[in-house]
C-alpha cells in the first residue's frame, strides 16, 4: 500500500501541474497603439467656385511619416459605406480633390447635385519597424456637395 | 393431429431442458462471480489505485463505488474534452498572434486591420483561459475524487469476506451441534 502511495503521489501531482500548465499569454498592441498617432482637426469643405473638395488636417507628431491617406465613404458608418482611398504621396497637411473624381471613385454618377461624402485621413509610417504601415484614422467629418 | 401435439410437447420438452441447463449453468456462474467478487482489502485498494470506485465496488459498497467512478469518468471526459478543445484553438491563437506581431513589416497594412485582429485576437485569449479554467477544475475534481477513493479504500472499505461475515449473522444459520451425545442441527437467527 505503501509502495502505491509512493509510486502514485508524484504521479497526480504531475499530472495536475502538467495538465494545469497554461500555455498561452495575452497579445499586445502595444507596438501599434503607443507609437502611431491619428491626424486631427480633419476638415472637409466643398468649394462651389472650384468644384473641389478642399481637406485639412494636423499631425501633431510627423516622426516616421512618409505621406498620408484620405479615404472617403457615402456613409457615416465609414466601413459599411462604399469607400475609396488614395495616397497624398507628401507630408502636406491639405489636399483638394475634384468633386466629380470623388463621386466616380464611390460609384455614384460625376455630376450628382446634391451628396454628402464623408472624409478621413491616416498617416502612412514607414520605419525599420513598420513597412509603408498606414496609421489610425482620424475622426469622420463630411462634406455637403451642393451644385443647385 | 396426435403426432404433431407429440412434436410440440417434445420441442417443448427440449426447450424446458435447455433452460434449465442453462440455468444452472447461470447460477453456477453466478456463485463463481460471487465467489471471485470476494476480495481481500489489498485487492481492494489496488483496484482503487486502478480506477476510482472498482475496490468499493468489488467490496460490496456498490452505490459508494458506482458514484465515485461516475465522478471520476465524468470529471476525466470533461478535462479531456477541455484539454482538446484547448489545444486545438491554441494553435489557431499563436498563428493569429504572429500574423498580428508580424503585420508591421509586412507592408501596406493598415492599423484598422490590426485593430481588427488584436480584438479577434482578444476573444481568443478570454476564450483559452475559459478553457485552462474548466481544463484545471475537471482536473482537480479528478484528482480530488481519485485521492478520496484511495483513503476511503485504505481506511474505511472493508473487504468483502468482512463485510459478506457481517451480513452472515444477520442471516439464518444451520450448524451441526452433539446434545448428550446425540447429534443434532442447530438453527439459529439473529436480530
Known amino acids: ?148 | 393431429m396426435e403426432s404433431m401435439f407429440r412434436k410440440m410437447s417434445i420441442i417443448g420438452l427440449s426447450l424446458l431442458l435447455c433452460l434449465s441447463i442453462a440455468g444452472v449453468g447461470y447460477a453456477q456462474n453466478e456463485d463463481s462471480f460471487v465467489r471471485a467478487a470476494t476480495v481481500s482489502k489489498r485487492d481492494a485498494v489496488l483496484l482503487s489505485a486502478l480506477f476510482p470506485g472498482l475496490g468499493q465496488m468489488t467490496a460490496g459498497s456498490k452505490v459508494k463505488g458506482v458514484s465515485m467512478f461516475l465522478a471520476e469518468t465524468i470529471s476525466l471526459a470533461l478535462f479531456v474534452n477541455a484539454h482538446e478543445d484547448y489545444t486545438t484553438k491554441l494553435d489557431t491563437y499563436n498563428r493569429d498572434k504572429q500574423i498580428l506581431d508580424s503585420m508591421a513589416g509586412l507592408g501596406r497594412q493598415s492599423y484598422t486591420e490590426a485593430n481588427k485582429l488584436y480584438m479577434n485576437v482578444k476573444r481568443q485569449n478570454t476564450k483559452l483561459d475559459d478553457l485552462h479554467n474548466t481544463r484545471n477544475i475537471a482536473l482537480a475534481v479528478a484528482a480530488g475524487v481519485y485521492a478520496y477513493n484511495l483513503v476511503d479504500a485504505l481506511f474505511f472499505t472493508s473487504s468483502s469476506t468482512e463485510s459478506q461475515r457481517a451480513e452472515m449473522h444477520r442471516n439464518i444459520t444451520v450448524q451441526s451441534v452433539m446434545v448428550d451425545k446425540t447429534p443434532g442441527i442447530m438453527i439459529s437467527k439473529s436480530f
Open chain 1, 1 to 148: 500500500m505503501k509502495r502505491i502511495i509512493v509510486f502514485l503521489a508524484p504521479a497526480l501531482i504531475a499530472a495536475v501541474f502538467l495538465g494545469c500548465s497554461k500555455d498561452h499569454d495575452p497579445a499586445g498592441f502595444g507596438k501599434y497603439e503607443s507609437f502611431m498617432k491619428k491626424p486631427a482637426n480633419l476638415v472637409a469643405t466643398f468649394e462651389r467656385s472650384t468644384d473641389e473638395i478642399s481637406l485639412s488636417w494636423e499631425m501633431p507628431d510627423t516622426n516616421s511619416v512618409k505621406m498620408f491617406s484620405v479615404a472617403w465613404s457615402d456613409s457615416n458608418v465609414f466601413d459599411l459605406g462604399r469607400r475609396s482611398s488614395e495616397f497624398t504621396g507628401d507630408v502636406n497637411t491639405t489636399r483638394k480633390m475634384s468633386v466629380s473624381h470623388v463621386l466616380r471613385a464611390i460609384g455614384q454618377p460625376a455630376n450628382a447635385d446634391s451628396f454628402i461624402v464623408y472624409f478621413t485621413i491616416s498617416a502612412l509610417y514607414s520605419n525599420e519597424t513598420f513597412n509603408e504601415f498606414v496609421g489610425p484614422r482620424s475622426d469622420v467629418d463630411s462634406a455637403l456637395v451642393y451644385k443647385k
